[in-house]
């Protein structure tokens, strides 16, 4: 059970918030809905949370996207 927790809690350590995603790119939250809606980067929402995979992110600033 608790390597489950575990992987729970690295998961939930390797997403950021919309807020932060927007921040570490340098953008707004606006640019961020366009380009999920273009595709560019994608979210996960969970429930009312819209998340973003902070590894995605870092691919997205180096170009490996």
């Known amino acids: 059970m608790k ?4 992987e729970i809690e690295k998961i939930r ?3 950021i918030t919309a807020d932060k995603a927007a921040e570490i790119l340098m ?5 961020l809905y366009r380009w999920a809606k ?3 980067l994608t979210p996960i ?3 009312g949370k819209v998340l973003y995979r902070f590894e995605d992110v870092k691919n997205f600033i ?3 996207l």
């Open 45 to 47: 929402k969970v429930g």
């Open 13 to 15: 350590k390797e997403m």
């Open 27 to 31: 953008v707004s939250r606006n640019c």
């Open 62 to 64: 180096t170009g490996n």
């Open 3 to 6: 390597s489950i927790e575990v």
């Open 38 to 40: 273009k595709g560019v």
